[in-house]
């Protein structure tokens, strides 16, 4: 069984678009993570949630919009795509906020913007 | 603030070679360390941690890391590479404190040549 999985594994579409990614994992984890890994694979967190409830939200611009409709599921969804935003995007969830948790990570969805 | 920086960007070892791979951190608190990996085309996993302890930890696949906390130090190493080792390496840093965001290196990409 797949423990953290991702909808769609590769997304194109043109600038201006909306567009959705889902995350679900299977791990009764309390806590997901939305990372974005850009073209030199550097990985930085953008989003996490606890429970629901947002812990973390970095300097993403807010046409970044994640919701949790509960604790098993973290979606990503992105308003008005731009090239810059072309990227994988990578989920992520652990079993507690912090600590010493490993975080176990989804496939990736590679997102073009054309 | 806290960053992470993986000094090797590329590596290219031939197989049987041993490797190090440098990651320094800086924060001034207590830090949980890790190294993840990725091959290419799939996920990131984790190779090991440290939490407390033996500053010495040994992960899967042979790898192994070493806490210096003088130096601010969480190298990786394997005492013999092979080819299935290339990959991209990220060591990142979770602070026992505040969001417990992680904090991922740039990365270190792995070429071991058969």
């Known amino acids: 069984d797949t423990a953290v999985s991702q909808t769609p594994k590769y997304l194109v579409t043109q600038m201006g678009n909306d567009k959705s990614i889902k995350c679900e994992q299977n791990l009764g984890h309390d806590t997901m993570y939305w990372y974005k890994q850009d073209s030199k694979k550097f990985l930085k967190i953008m989003f996490s949630y606890n429970n629901k409830e947002l812990i973390i939200n970095e300097t993403v611009p807010n046409r970044f919009s994640p919701k949790s409709p509960d604790k098993a599921h973290l979606n990503l969804h992105i308003n008005s795509l731009e090239l810059g935003d072309s990227a994988v995007y990578f989920c992520?969830?652990?079993?507690?906020?912090?600590?010493?948790?490993?975080?176990?990570f989804g496939p990736g969805t590679r997102l073009t913007v054309l | 603030a806290q960053s992470v920086s993986q000094h090797n960007h590329h590596v290219i070892l031939s197989e049987a070679a041993s490797l190090e791979l440098g990651c320094n951190y800086s924060?001034?608190?207590?830090?949980?360390l890790f190294w993840y990996v990725q091959y290419p085309g799939q996920h990131l996993q984790l190779l090991l941690k440290y939490f407390s302890g033996d500053p010495l930890v040994k992960g899967i696949k042979g790898f192994e890391a070493e806490f210096i906390k003088s130096k601010f130090s969480f190298n990786l190493r394997k005492p013999s590479v092979q080819w299935s080792d290339t990959a991209e390496y990220f060591c990142?840093?979770?602070?026992?404190?505040?969001?417990?965001?992680?904090?991922f290196g740039t990365g270190t990409r792995l070429k071991v040549l058969a």
């Open positions: 992520a969830s652990s079993q507690v906020r912090g600590l010493a948790d490993e975080q176990f």
């Open positions: 990142a840093v979770n602070a026992q404190s505040g969001t417990y965001k992680y904090i």
């Open positions: 924060y001034g608190g207590t830090v949980n």
